[in-house]
């Protein structure tokens, strides 16, 4: 009997010798994990309970867990996870869903849907691929309910179509689809160790705990990441920073204050926390300046504006998209003079040492609403290595994150590459050749 509630959400004809089910016809249980308030129940030990914002595309996120005790837990035993058991989120991702590992049989979950595969009809990898598939995710968002917070019910869950293959190419299917994840999963391993490197890299040549060697220094090699760019000279080695002098930054910048009396129709810029200066109308989706922009300060190319009230976030930005551009009147602008290579000195305003000092002095201002105007952001003191050194510096600093683009570039392209196998392969478009017994 069909759900009434249940919408369509695809046409499509499936090979002779596949068959479509009904995610009810192919489970063992079809359920949703504890619903009551268990808060009073959580302990530092006990019965892990999984939730909603655990369940990842194809994977259990564990780094962010509960427990509940022992007691409140066994009037929910009908709940327990076993292996194989497929999470479905209802809320947050409603409809994500991931396999939950042999080593959590016995955990729990609070108002997740879960859906145990009958392992001689359906296998679990190809469900849990298929249910996150844009097929499938469709199918969730063509059925959600709920207004404010959307989210999915079992009846929903029941009545989920499901066009099944044979058992050995649902195996093969998955397989394929599986090494994919592997080779997905391997490259962001590689992303997260490249991270750790260059915030490694960042936080000792950037305060000259560590030096970088000679000859780099001398410029005599300057092919980053190329063949002729011997990997010892990437190697910092110990050494003091005697060649380092401290000023302040107003010994080497000047603030620039040139309003757009003459109303140029510039482009307007925002600055933010992670991405520095940004167009505004591309970032927010929206226009949130003035319509009068005569009062706003111009930013020619090549200095540096941070949000006068907002510097305590690292909201700061260099501009070297445009000869000239625009910032609301809020902003500081400055320039830097001839001894500093400006690729160095932003990554250093940007770095944890420098927050650090901003959030002080604004947190020490009489008027916390006047934010770290110049007269106070001048002041702050910084370590300087020599022009040749930054300019070292920033090179290492820049070859690190064209090497961690090409790396995210990578896993994008992956990731592409799966979805179109998945468009073709779960719908039988594609078929694998497959050795029957």
């Not at 006068?308 to 909201?315: D, L, M, P, Q, V």
Request: proline share 3%; aromatic share 10%.
């Amino acid at each position: 009997m069909q759900n009434n509630t249940s919408k369509p959400f695809y046409n499509t004809t499936i090979p002779n010798d596949w068959e479509s089910f009904e995610l009810k016809d192919i489970s063992e249980k079809i359920m949703v994990g504890i619903a009551s308030a268990a808060t009073h129940a959580y302990s530092d030990s006990g019965i892990i309970l999984f939730r909603n914002q655990n369940i990842k595309d194809g994977f259990l996120d564990d780094s962010d867990i509960l427990f509940i005790n022992k007691e409140y837990e066994k009037a929910h035993r009908n709940k327990r996870l076993v292996g194989g058991d497929i999470l479905i989120a209802r809320t947050g991702y409603p409809g994500t869903a991931c396999l939950v590992p042999d080593k959590y049989v016995g955990a729990q979950s609070f108002t997740t849907l879960i859906a145990r595969p009958n392992h001689n009809l359906v296998n679990k990898e190809y469900l849990c691929f298929y249910i996150n598939s844009d097929i499938g995710q469709g199918y969730f968002e063509t059925n959600q309910i709920g207004g404010g917070q959307k989210n999915v019910n079992a009846g929903t869950l029941e009545f989920m179509p499901i066009p099944l293959p044979p058992l050995p190419e649902q195996r093969a299917i998955a397989h394929v689809l599986g090494l994919m994840d592997a080779a997905i999963n391997k490259n962001n391993q590689l992303i997260a160790q490249k991270e750790l490197q260059k915030k490694w890299l960042m936080q000792n040549l950037l305060t000259g705990k560590k030096r970088l060697n000679q000859d780099l220094q001398d410029g005599r090699i300057n092919r980053i990441g190329s063949k002729d760019y011997p990997e010892n000279s990437v190697n910092p080695v110990n050494s003091d920073s005697d060649s380092w002098k401290e000023v302040h930054i107003r010994n080497i910048a000047k603030e620039v204050s040139i309003r757009n009396k003459s109303d140029k129709q510039l482009t307007v810029l925002s600055c933010t926390k992670y991405d520095g200066l940004v167009e505004s109308l591309e970032y927010w989706g929206r226009k949130i300046f003035a319509d009068d922009i005569s009062t706003y300060k111009v930013v020619p190319k090549n200095h540096f504006a941070y949000a006068t009230n907002h510097i305590e976030e690292g909201s700061i930005g260099y501009q070297d998209s445009f000869d000239e551009a625009l910032i609301s009147p809020m902003y500081t602008v400055f320039k830097t003079d001839a001894t500093v290579n400006d690729d160095f000195f932003y990554r250093l305003l940007k770095s944890h040492l420098l927050i650090y000092q901003y959030q002080n002095r604004m947190e020490g201002s009489i008027d916390r609403r006047g934010g770290l105007r110049w007269e106070a952001f001048s002041i702050i003191k910084i370590h300087l290595p020599s022009l040749s050194e930054q300019t070292a510096i920033a090179k290492v600093l820049q070859a690190a994150d064209k090497e961690l683009q090409l790396l995210k570039a990578k896993t994008e392209k992956l990731r592409e590459q799966k979805k179109g196998m998945m468009q073709v392969l779960l719908t039988g478009k594609k078929r694998l050749k497959i050795e029957y017994e």
